[in-house]
């Protein structure tokens, strides 16, 4: 936490520097030159720690305000939601109606203080609306029509009261006066800073839920070294089942205790879709009894060579994730680089055959042996 302290706080400890570095009693008086090169100094102190501070607030969405924190907030796809016009119905009216007219789309009015503003929109709905004329026709008899209009500024401000929108603000010809009957309602401001943060928690939050990358992130959270495989669709018998989806484990094992399995339902419940049915399993452990034949160098030494080849190739099946293929090449190279006095490799074999070994889905593949001669 940054600790702050005021002008009064920043004098007095710069001069009790100054006075502990010195051998002599200094004046610090008020009006003495060496107090108001302090003071100076403070000063410039003080500024700084305030532009600290604007940097501080600026780079975190909980004290960002206005465009700061729609900049912060545009890293991560998210805007400001936006103001909304505040929209009614207004009535124009006149005194002789002896002669047809016409009020124009995007025709203004104006409330009575000339503050607001207001303009004509198209409601093809609206009885008095012809569409050939873009506007609202008043026949030759009628003294009035009723048409909706929107405030011209975004927010509460068009939010007016009755009988408030009494100014023709464009010369409409048969057209005498003009009113609003009913309050206005529907105006909001652009979303406030409080409202802004609230709604990107819930962003945040959404965007981890009822997902794949949700379900492996909540697995991912238990402990390091787990592996799964996520199967939409499929139930635990591998069949296809619309809204099922099956996740297998792994912990490293091949055979991960009921406890762990435990965890991980528990932890996909809390993100799973909603209206979906699911399943954790452990894999189908397939275990990989591996032989080679070595030839070293005169300098090699077979035991040597052989525990060393032995790691290599156990660490590396053991790795495999669930599902994946265990190529017998691989393991040539990794007898290979395992000692340089390694020359050839021949007879290598996986369970007794010299092709890839290849899991089933669900499967994953352990490492039973490593035979070495």
Do not use: C, H
């Not at 600290?52 to 991560?76: C, F």
């Not at 409202?195 to 794949?212: E, K």
Request: hydrophobic share 50%; net charge negative; proline share 5%.
């Amino acid at each position: 936490m940054l600790n702050l302290q005021n002008f009064a706080t920043l004098v007095q400890n710069a001069a009790a520097a100054v006075q502990g570095a010195s051998t002599a009693l200094l004046d610090l008086s008020v009006g003495s030159v060496l107090r108001a090169v302090l003071e100076a100094s403070s000063s410039v102190a003080l500024w700084l720690q305030w532009l600290i501070l604007q940097v501080l607030s600026m780079t975190r969405a909980a004290t960002s305000t206005g465009a700061n924190l729609d900049s912060w907030m545009a890293d991560y796809g998210l805007t400001r939601l936006p103001a909304i016009a505040a929209a009614g119905s207004v009535t124009f009216s006149r005194f002789t109606p002896s002669n047809a007219a016409l009020i124009p789309v995007g025709a203004e009015v104006r409330t009575a203080d000339g503050t607001q503003s207001f303009a004509v929109i198209a409601a093809t709905n609206n009885p008095a609306w012809s569409a050939s004329q873009n506007g609202y026709a008043i026949a030759a008899g009628v003294a009035a029509v009723s048409v909706p209009v929107v405030a011209l500024t975004l927010g509460t401000v068009g939010n007016v009261q009755p009988n408030t929108i009494t100014l023709l603000a464009t010369a409409i010809p048969g057209i005498d006066q003009v009113t609003n009957p009913l309050a206005f309602t529907g105006g909001i401001n652009a979303e406030t800073d409080a409202a802004f943060r609230a709604r990107f928690v819930n962003y945040i939050n959404s965007r981890s839920l009822a997902t794949p990358i949700a379900v492996g992130n909540a697995i991912a959270g238990i402990q390091q070294g787990l592996t799964y495989l996520l199967q939409e669709n499929i139930n635990p018998a591998g069949a296809t089942e619309m809204g099922f989806f099956t996740v297998t484990i792994d912990d490293g094992s091949g055979n991960p205790p009921a406890s762990l399995i435990a965890t991980v339902s528990a932890a996909i419940e809390a993100v799973r879709p909603v209206g979906s049915r699911y399943a954790v399993l452990p894999p189908t452990l397939i275990e990989a009894s591996i032989s080679l034949n070595v030839t070293l160098s005169a300098v090699g030494s077979l035991a040597t060579v052989a525990s060393e080849i032995s790691t290599a190739i156990t660490s590396f099946v053991d790795a495999l994730p669930i599902g994946a293929t265990l190529p017998i090449s691989r393991l040539a190279q990794l007898a290979y680089d395992a000692d340089p006095t390694v020359t050839n490799v021949t007879a290598l074999s996986i369970n007794g055959n010299t092709a890839d070994l290849v899991p089933p889905v669900t499967g994953v593949i352990k490492a039973a042996s490593v035979v070495v001669n």
